[in-house]
Nanobody, 115 residues
Framework: QVHLVESGGGLVQPGGSLRLSCVAS????????MVWFRQTPGNQREMVAR???????NMADSVVGRFRISRDNAGNTIYLQMNSLKPEDTAVYYC?????????WGQGTQVTVSS
């Protein structure tokens, strides 16, 4: 079992920055990849960024050059640094961890970009 807790969301003006954190606990040594998703009302969750055990990372085209995913040395916390935020980045952001056939989700954190 893996437990995920996100934090760092909030209200920010367009052009501003936020950093989201996701702390994993439990069987973290079995995690292969961790992913940030986001979801707006009425829409499916979309992948924003992911980072693998070996550190390889991928970003969605919509956030390339503005967002960056990273993790701490212990491997149990990942971050999503979000810069140059736009109103269309407004969403609930979820942390996801994959461990073999199992997939775990955090409770989500709201990001609102508005003036």
């Amino acid at each position: 079992q893996v437990h995920l807790v996100e934090s760092g969301g909030g209200l920010v003006q367009p052009g501003g920055s936020l950093r989201l954190s996701c702390v994993a606990s439990g069987s973290i040594s079995a995690i292969n990849i961790m992913v940030w998703f986001r979801q707006t009302p009425g829409n499916q969750r979309e992948m924003v960024a992911r980072i693998a055990r070996d550190g390889g990372a991928n970003m969605a085209d919509s956030v390339v050059g503005r967002f960056r995913i990273s993790r701490d040395n212990a491997g149990n916390t990942i971050y999503l640094q979000m810069n140059s935020l736009k109103p269309e980045d407004t969403a609930v952001y979820y942390c996801n961890a994959n461990s073999g056939p199992d997939s775990y989700w955090g409770q989500g954190t709201q990001v609102t970009v508005s003036s």
